[in-house]
């Protein structure tokens, strides 16, 4: 089975620190994305990766970085972190094209800024 | 703009009865169509996709969907409801513009309240 995996369930973190959210796939995939989850707002692309080292912008890319030097590995990186980041973030990964390309998630990051 | 629209924020049935959850969508070119479920405090999972051939797709835990095109839909559905298929619901579609690049657009969710 597909694993895909996030560093923390739940964090905590104050105005102004620098957050790491890291993700780990094990299944070799190409493609991996970052997307937060609020209600009412379904799932928005934050960034997504189709190869080591390559990136682009999502939906709402604005406040965040992201980091994949390693195939397996997609971190998202919020550089000050604000209150109206406070939100469930989640991880997923894919191929990269055909048939079989659903997506794959983690189990997400519940993010609380104060 | 391709877009993927879940008209009901909510839908509420019977446990044993039949449930459908909606979902349309809006796409240049033929579509990829995705559902996935998540349950409280976790990720989405994976219930079953269209890509082309039958209609009627089948998937996990007893779920299918039905593909119309004239109607640019693609409801999931379920004969009968278990109180465990309460969560909320995803439909997605492929995002093909300007290429393929694995990219999937999300509709707003609709929570299942399967009630005993």
């Known amino acids: 089975d597909v694993k895909v995996t996030q560093s923390s369930r739940y964090l905590v973190k104050r105005t102004g620190e620098k957050v790491f959210l890291e993700c780990v796939q094990d299944?070799?995939?190409?493609?991996m994305f970052w997307y937060r989850q609020d209600p009412g707002l379904g799932l928005r692309l934050i960034y997504f990766?189709?190869?080591?080292?390559?990136?682009e912008k999502g939906d709402i890319p604005e406040g965040y970085s992201v980091s994949r030097e390693k195939k397996e590995r997609f971190s998202l990186i919020l550089e000050s972190a604000s209150t109206n980041q406070t939100s469930m973030y989640l991880c997923?990964?894919?191929?990269?094209?055909?048939?079989?390309?659903?997506?794959?998630f983690g189990p997400g990051t519940r993010l609380t800024v104060l | 703009a391709q877009s993927v629209a879940q008209p009901e924020d909510q839908v509420n049935v019977a446990e044993g009865n039949p449930l459908t959850v909606k979902c349309t969508y809006s796409?240049?070119?033929?579509?990829?169509l995705f559902w996935y479920v998540q349950y409280p405090n976790r990720g989405l999972q994976f219930l079953l996709k269209?890509?082309?051939?039958?209609?009627l797709v089948k998937g996990s835990y007893g779920f299918e969907a039905e593909f119309n095109k004239s109607q640019t839909s693609f409801h999931l559905k379920k004969p009968s409801a278990l109180v465990s298929d309460s969560a909320l619901y995803f439909c997605?579609?492929?995002?093909?513009?300007?290429?393929?690049?694995?990219?999937?657009?999300f509709g707003q969710g609709t929570t299942l309240q399967v009630k005993p």
């Open positions: 997923a990964s894919s191929w990269a094209s055909g048939a079989n390309n659903e997506q794959f």
């Open positions: 299944m070799d995939h190409e493609n």
């Open positions: 990766s189709y190869d080591v080292k390559m990136k």
């Open positions: 796409v240049s070119g033929n579509p990829y």
């Open positions: 269209y890509i082309t051939g039958d209609n």
């Open positions: 997605a579609v492929r995002d093909m513009e300007p290429s393929n690049t694995g990219k999937l657009i």
